[in-house]
């Protein structure tokens, strides 16, 4: 069987969860398939464990355009070099129409991962401006026509199924991402976390991720505040989304650090080893997201032995096990497709208060991040998650 992958991120380029979730399956798939993978970006190496690799750029002409006019012409690009597979499989929005046309042009099945979906992610309006109404279209055209979609959670199913009513339920198959547990172990060593100004002796809430809207900085911030004096706050952060909630994120960081300080701002991608130290040594890892379909990022905490600290949101409960491996905060949420809290002064009080529970009992934390770690090799390994895709494969074949 030939499968060809498409997404826009791929080793080296990865700088969320989707990403993650390709290279890992292409890793496992490449041994049991015949897989070529196409990637949006810089030239990589043709070989990926097996996998042969294809790069594609913004055609030239497009230099100017539109983001999301520029991924559509990079989908363009794709076609040819798809002939020839027995299936295509797409990742996020950038690369969903590259698998439509491929299935049109080519007579092949398009089999569609959901990461995250466009409905539910209003805000990127700001970054796309008229962009956001090509890549819904995007996506939504793909959906409705794909001989099967996954979702990574049964909470992402139920969003596609919410906000995509034409495409058929049986089509829509659950198949949870998963981690690399011989790559995320914890590491006891300190040499990272001091050199970034942690001290590991004292209790610390660590984030990790990028400073998005559905990311929930901002309310991590808020709810920081209220943390007890002795408390490192840990922000591995990403560069934010629109000069706006940049401008946002510095003042409250700003207002924290002149009212308790403890703040350690590290603001560029950090080598896994260094990610790993620093989660390693977490009292509680914080996940404040307004929408999550799943939160791999979680799992990388748990499989550190870190407690986490979450909003019940999207797939994030099917991945943190409340009152066993971490804490999840009740987040009721407005249906305008935003996930603004309803409540946004209760949720950042009772974050503020599943945070502190923890870092002020560091047994229960130890004990749950140790749950956390197994609870990662038990039900998360790429080897189960990857035969899973290949079932789906096989219905559609």
Known sequence: MRVDIVSKEFPPEIYGGAGVHVAELSRVLAGQVNLNVHCFGAERPSDYHGARVRTYGVPPGLAGANAAVQTLGTDLEM?????????????????????HLASLLHGIPHVLSAHSLEPLRPWKAEQLAGGYALSSWAEKTSYEAAAAVIAVSAGMRADILRSYPAVDPSKVHVVHNGIDVSEWVRDEDDDAVRAFGIDPDRPSVVFVGRNTRQKGVPYLLRAAAQLPADVQLVLVLGAADTPELAAETEKLINELRDRRGSVVLIERMLPRREVVQILSHATVFACPSIYEPLGIV???AMACGAAVVASATGGIPEVVEDGVTGTLVPLEQVSDGTGTPLDPERFV???AAALTALVADPVTARRMGEAGRTRAEQHFAWNSIAEATLEVYRSVL
């Open 298 to 300: 979680n799992l990388e």
């Open 79 to 99: 076609l040819g070099n798809i002939g020839g597979a027995d299936l295509v499989h797409s990742h996020t929005w950038y690369a969903n129409m590259a698998g």
């Open 349 to 351: 009080s009772d974050f």
